[in-house]
């Protein structure tokens, strides 16, 4: 947060008037020196600039929000942090966005309520179209609502703050801490605890267009923590009768609990309202049967009938304080949700996976757990990284985190067989010492004449003066296999 009397970020952008406070900072009215245009600037809390996993993982966000160009997307020009003035030594992070001449939508519906058909589907249109270039370009926003909606003045919707609820899940927070988001548009797997997809947003967008339809918000509750639990087990009630029924199966597919049946990303949605507008009736969705079993992390299997909902503090209400534990249902009755003590903390698993063992043990003990390690024999990762936590969600500091690391699969050793030796081949009258050269492969033929002939001259019966025996012999080897032998022998008397 910026220090009283404070009026200079980075010797170049000069802040003006106060804009919004929310759970992630302070929004500020300001100008760029030096390029002479007005700028927004958000500067972040000081439980999460202090904390430097999540400036190591927001400078990275930052650089890959930087490279989305697209007229739905709010333009981020600059990232910086600096020491504050004020003798605390606490780092200010701050990002430089575009200013957008307008409202957001979370004041546009708290003014009008509801909005009609027309204006809520052209909207969605341009929202989903900003989607559809984030998604593209491999950014999930995880934290789609009325308030990251910019309206301008001219009708041009803008999203804002890219990547900022992704960053802030990698903080572990305290009952006591400032947690992120809001459950009223949560997607189901965010609630259950697993990793957010383009289907996340595509969900929480059709959480948006309920309520500007419905003029009211698909679920309520005491607590973010129950509205994250109907997030999970509930289906919203019928949207009033004068919306068309094109609308309805728009609205009803994009807020499945299932993701792989609603519209698998943004471009698929913009596609879907385009269809609307033209007249083109879409598909009816799936009937959805509530409450929907999904994997959160890798460990024990569950027991019985038992479901466990990790409910994520990225995913939560902003400035409800509450860290969410645990929670479990059995069948459809489930107990009532208990809040999280102050000596738990929430661990989301998806942070940890892909890292280095080392850095998350250090992380997790740093945090006040115990951690055991476990090999797993994996191609899936590289060797040393994390595979899986457990237990994860929320964990009582003090106890034993089973940190799961990849290790190269054993190769099993290949054992060397000699080559063969080169059968000896037998020459008639050789001594000892005597090279026999075998013949060359594909002369076989001439092997057997040479031979045959060989053995005629010198042991002919016209050499009967000559009394010494004579003796040729000639094999050949070679493709064709074949060989050919000479004998002969002469004896003179007299």
Not at 94 to 110: H, I, K, N, Q
Request: with cysteine; charged share 20%; net charge negative.
């Amino acid at each position: 947060m910026v220090e009283p009397g404070r009026r200079t970020l980075g010797d170049r952008y000069e802040l003006g008037s106060l804009l919004a406070t929310g759970g992630m900072g302070q929004v500020w009215r300001g100008r760029d020196t030096l390029l002479d245009r007005p700028v927004a600037v958000k500067v972040l809390r000081n439980e999460f600039t202090g904390d430097p996993t999540f400036l190591a993982r927001f400078r990275a966000e930052a650089r890959h929000t930087a490279v989305l160009a697209h007229r739905n997307i709010a333009a981020l020009y600059d990232y910086g942090e600096e020491t504050a003035q004020d003798g605390t030594g606490e780092t200010l992070a701050y990002l430089v966005m575009e200013l957008v001449d307008g409202e957001s939508l979370s004041d546009l519906l708290a003014r009008e309520r509801r909005l009609p058909v027309g204006p809520t589907l052209d909207l969605l249109e341009q929202t989903a179209a900003g989607l559809a270039a984030a998604h593209a370009a491999g950014v999930v926003h995880r934290d789609v609502k009325p308030g990251n909606v910019l309206v301008g003045a001219d009708g041009t919707i803008k999203i804002t703050d890219f990547g900022i609820a992704w960053s802030a899940s990698s903080v572990p927070l305290t009952q006591t801490g400032q947690v992120v988001g809001t459950a009223h548009y949560l997607s189901p797997e965010q609630a259950a605890g697993t990793k957010a997809g383009p289907a996340s947003d595509v969900y929480s967008l059709g959480m948006i267009g309920y309520e500007c339809l419905a003029g009211r918000r698909a679920f309520d509750g005491d607590n973010s923590v129950q509205i994250a639990l109907r997030q999970l087990r509930d289906t919203p009630d019928p949207l009033p009768d004068d919306v068309p029924e094109n609308v309805r199966r728009l609205i009803g597919r994009a807020l499945l609990k299932d993701p792989a049946q609603r519209f698998p990303d943004g471009a698929a949605f913009r596609d879907a309202v385009a269809d609307v507008l033209v007249g083109r009736m879409l598909t009816p969705p799936p009937v959805d049967t509530g409450t929907r079993r999904f994997a959160a992390v890798a460990g024990p299997p569950p027991r019985r009938r038992w479901l466990r909902v990790l409910a994520p503090v990225a995913a939560l209400l902003a400035g409800a304080g509450i860290a969410v534990a645990g929670v479990q249902l059995v069948g459809s009755d489930p107990p009532p949700a208990t809040a999280a003590g102050p000596t738990t903390v929430v661990l989301v698993a998806d942070d940890y996976l892909g890292r280095p063992v080392g850095e998350v043990e250090a992380e997790l003990g740093a945090s006040g757990f115990a951690v055991e390690r476990r090999a797993e024999e994996t191609a899936a990762r590289p060797a040393g990284t994390v595979t899986a936590i457990s237990p994860a969600g929320a964990v009582r500091v003090g106890s034993t985190i089973v940190v799961r690391y990849a290790v190269a699969p054993a190769v099993a050793p290949v054992s060397e067989t000699p080559a063969p030796r080169p059968a000896e081949v037998p020459q008639s009258g050789g001594g000892p010492g005597t090279a026999v050269s075998p013949p060359v492969a594909g002369n076989a033929g001439e092997a057997a004449d040479d031979g045959a002939d060989e053995g005629a001259d010198e042991g002919g019966a016209d050499d009967a003066d000559d009394a010494a025996p004579g003796n040729g012999n000639g094999k050949g080897n070679g493709n064709g296999n074949g060989g050919g032998k000479g004998n002969g022998r002469g004896r003179g008397d007299g």
